[in-house]
Nanobody, 119 residues
Framework: QVQLVESGGGLVQIRGSLRLSCAAS????????MGWFRQAPGKEREFVAA????????NYADSVKGRFTISRDNAKNTVYLQMNSLKPEDTAFYYC????????????WGQGTQVTVSS
């Protein structure tokens, strides 16, 4: 059973930075495509960023391009989301997710971590 545990969320001022981490267990981590998603109050969950198992391929939502960076350390079974130049609209609960197929649905989800950007 794949388990994902996020950490690193918190309260940050506008234009500040945070780094989220997601530690995986119960799987051969490098075989999984990893993603970050977020959900703000009253809104649907939305895609933020994703990274291939090797780490060579990444993609981002337009709203975070140039500000957020997804990366992974397969030796530590961990995926990261570096968030810079944070805006109030980045306030949300952030989740990491894992999928075993390149084009399949995300099969495993973490519990999430809250990010609040204050002005």
């Amino acid at each position: 059973q794949v388990q994902l545990v996020e950490s690193g969320g918190g309260l940050v001022q506008i234009r500040g930075s945070l780094r989220l981490s997601c530690a995986a267990s119960g799987c051969t981590f490098s075989r999984y495509f990893m993603g970050w998603f977020r959900q703000a109050p009253g809104k649907e969950r939305e895609f933020v960023a994703a990274i291939s198992g090797s780490g060579l391929t990444t993609n981002y939502a337009d709203s975070v391009k140039g500000r957020f960076t997804i990366s992974r350390d397969n030796a530590k079974n961990t995926v990261y989301l570096q968030m810079n130049s944070l805006k109030p609209e980045d306030t949300a609960f952030y989740y990491c997710a894992a999928r075993s197929q390149v084009a399949g649905p995300y099969e495993y989800w973490g519990q999430g971590t809250q990010v609040t950007v204050s002005s």
